[in-house]
């Protein structure tokens, strides 16, 4: 069949971005193939590992699973908007600290969920981020060290990405 | 994975999804002969299981109605649910986790967290049946040819099966709807109508709704008044705490009779992942009419479903395992709805 395409005004990263796209795209083809957007990963492209993790209105989102066209004019934000100019995001910085990245494919997609985790729950515990990234699979770690880092950064230890 | 192409329609109204449906289902020569209810169009919920098979050349069609804008199919009305629902506000939803505990903590178990952000009340009753030798790439079933519900004449699983699939229906919250003795409504060109759950379903794994017609969709559930009435459970069996379908699942609806509770009224068995369909057990329901709940009516229970299932050889876990398991599940459903357990 042919193929159907259409011009999207979207807005990523604070920023309208205009791309021409298939009906077909997901945003993760957009985000990385168009826009040149990388940080974003393309693993299973199921939605069973999180690798392409972005948040869409503030909500983390399955890159891979959600068409382009459906965004319409909601917020797309991605992992490169985390960092503060040439800073690493607290978050970020948390990651590298506790020793949570070893590849780092998976990284990103657990940096995009935890940070609307901190958001929601400042206070949350162990078990509540486990629950919160269970959506997120990491083949290196073994899950502890990623905890940690997302410890670092609870309110309590005062590294809370939404009082930064 | 790139999704192969379709053509996208966004249709803001019940009536507008109709219409597209029906344009969609219009043979190419322009002529209204009815074609069958799904071979022109799908529907997209969240997106979470046709985006997968698309991606694996699975049955794509060349026009797909996205509901996500549909109106009607957002909010809820009065002792209804919206089929556009996430599985995250089911889940979350304060007044659904208070009428209805067993439907928000069952839409918890569904996949992952991430996924239940996009998936769809509707989408996930009408979740498409897997197995081993469906649910695989292009390449794997171009090399298989192994089949039926794909693009091979003959079946895997089963040597002779005819044509009839035996792909598992592998949704979570169907059964616990049934158990709540739900409705869905449905609408399409020729207006509205209602069907109870418990007989939505039927068929095998390619056909598999009862009465499917042509350009209708599931716009909501309905809880019937007494739903609140029934103590409801649902027990899942998966290889991961996180993301895995049900290798079997049974939900449980008890009603104890007045002023004495902890014997049983009414039941509602239902079970997923066993067949193609989800499944209803009156042999269960008899048993358990009249009785006083317990630890010995609940193993007897349980054995007499784990008698009834017959899982194929087609998912994870092996059919003997998953048999046997319908028993434990069956027990600890039953056991945690008595009004002594704390669940």
Redesign the interface.
């Known amino acids: 069949m042919s193929t159907s395409r259409r011009i999207l005004r979207l807005r990523v990263n604070g920023q309208p971005r205009e791309v021409l796209a298939r009906d077909a795209d997901t945003l993760l083809d957009v985000l990385r193939e168009q826009l040149g957007l990388t940080g974003s990963k393309r693993g299973c492209d199921l939605g069973t590992c999180g690798c392409c993790t972005v948040q869409i209105d503030g909500e983390p989102q399955l890159a891979c699973l959600t068409l382009a066209a459906e965004v319409g004019e909601r917020e797309v934000t991605t992992v490169e908007a985390l960092r503060d100019g040439e800073e690493f995001a607290p978050l970020q910085q948390a990651w590298a600290a506790a020793g949570a990245s070893q590849c780092g494919f998976c990284t990103p997609g657990f940096l995009m969920t935890t940070d609307w985790l901190l958001r929601e729950k400042p206070d949350c515990n162990r078990e509540q981020m486990r629950e919160a990234l269970a959506g997120n699979l990491c083949r290196c770690t073994g899950y502890v060290k990623i905890l940690d880092a997302v410890e670092r950064c609870t309110r309590s230890q005062g590294a809370c990405p939404s009082e930064k | ?8 329609r ?1 249709p803001a109204t019940l009536q507008e999804a109709i219409t597209a449906a029906q344009e969609a289902s219009r043979p190419p020569d322009g002529s209204h002969a009815p074609s069958a209810p799904e071979q022109g169009y799908d529907w ?1 919920g ?3 299981d046709l ?2 098979n ?2 694996w050349r699975i049955n794509q069609r ?1 026009v ?1 109605i ?1 509901l ?1 804008g549909v109106a009607e199919l957002q909010s809820d009305v009065a002792g209804s649910l919206a089929a556009g629902r996430t599985l995250w506000q089911l889940e979350n939803d304060a007044e659904i986790q208070r009428r209805y505990p067993a439907l928000a903590s069952t839409a918890a178990l569904v ?5 239940r ?2 998936a769809t009340l509707g989408g996930n009753l009408h979740l498409d049946t897997r197995c081993w030798h469906f649910n695989q790439t292009a390449e794997w079933r171009a090399a298989h040819r192994s089949c039926l519900k794909a693009e091979a004449d003959q079946c895997r699983v089963l040597p002779d099966p005819g044509d009839v699939c035996v792909a598992a229906y592998c949704g979570d919250l169907a059964p616990v709807l049934i158990a709540y003795g739900a409705v869905a409504r449905l609408h399409g060109p020729d207006g509205e109508r209602r069907v109870p759950l418990a007989e939505y379903f039927a068929g095998d794994g390619i056909r598999r709704f009862a009465e499917r017609r042509r350009a209708e969709l599931m716009v909501a559930v309905e809880m019937p008044a007494d739903a609140e009435d029934w103590r409801v459970n649902y027990r899942k069996l998966r290889l991961r ?3 895995d379908f049900p290798e079997g699942g049974v939900a449980v609806g008890l009603q104890w009779e007045s002023g004495n509770p902890g014997v049983i009224a009414a039941a509602r068995i239902a079970t997923t992942a066993y067949a193609s369909v989800p499944l209803l057990h009156p042999e269960v329901v008899e048993l358990l009419q009249g009785q006083l709940l317990d630890q010995d009516l609940a193993d007897r229970a349980g054995a007499l479903l784990e008698s009834l299932v017959q899982p194929m050889k087609n998912t994870s876990m092996s059919p003997s395992y998953r048999r046997k398991m319908a028993r434990v599940l069956c027990r600890r459903a039953l056991l945690d709805c008595s009004p002594h357990s704390s669940s």
């Open positions: 994975m790139q999704v192969p192409d379709f053509i996208l966004q997209l969240g997106g979470t985006l997968c698309y991606k060349p797909v996205a996500r996949a992952s967290p991430l996924i952000r996009s705490q996180t993301f």
